[in-house]
C-alpha cells in the first residue's frame, strides 16, 4: 500500500467519524490531486463547496484544478468566488492569494 492510499484510508476513517468534517473533505480532495486523479479531486471539492460554501480553502485549489484542464472560465468562476468569499470572511491572506492567483490565470 502506498504512502497515498494509507492517508486516503486514514481521510476515510475520519470522515465516516466526522462526516461534517470540512478540513478532512478538503484533504481527501487534496490527495487525489496528488494522485492526479483530478476529476475525482475536483468532484470532492465540489462536494465540500455544495457542503461548506465559507471553506475558504477549498477555492484557490479548486480554481487551480480548472486551469490545468484548460477550463479557464469555470476557474475565473471558482477565484472570483472564493474572493468573495474572503472579503466576507476579512481574511486577507486568502484575498491576496486568489486575487494574484486569478490575475495570473487570466493573462
Given at each position: 500500500m502506498t504512502?497515498?492510499?494509507q492517508r486516503l484510508e486514514y481521510l476515510n476513517t475520519l470522515l465516516a467519524e466526522d462526516p461534517d468534517d470540512s478540513f478532512v473533505k478538503y484533504a481527501i480532495a487534496k490527495e487525489?490531486?496528488?494522485?492526479?486523479?483530478?476529476k475525482t479531486s475536483i468532484a470532492k471539492f465540489e462536494?465540500?463547496?455544495?457542503d461548506d460554501p465559507d471553506y475558504v480553502g477549498l477555492y484557490y485549489h479548486l480554481?487551480?484544478?480548472y486551469t490545468e484542464i484548460d477550463e479557464m472560465e469555470?476557474?475565473?468562476e471558482i477565484y472570483d468566488?472564493?474572493?468573495?468569499?474572503?472579503?466576507?470572511?476579512?481574511?486577507?491572506?486568502?484575498?491576496?492569494?486568489?486575487?494574484?492567483?486569478r490575475?495570473?490565470?487570466d493573462i
Open positions: 504512502a497515498t492510499s487525489y490531486e496528488k494522485l492526479d486523479d483530478l462536494s465540500l463547496r455544495a480554481a487551480y484544478i469555470k476557474a475565473l468566488a472564493g474572493i468573495e468569499v474572503a472579503k466576507v470572511q476579512n481574511d486577507l491572506h486568502a484575498l491576496s492569494e486568489l486575487r494574484n492567483a490575475v495570473n490565470a
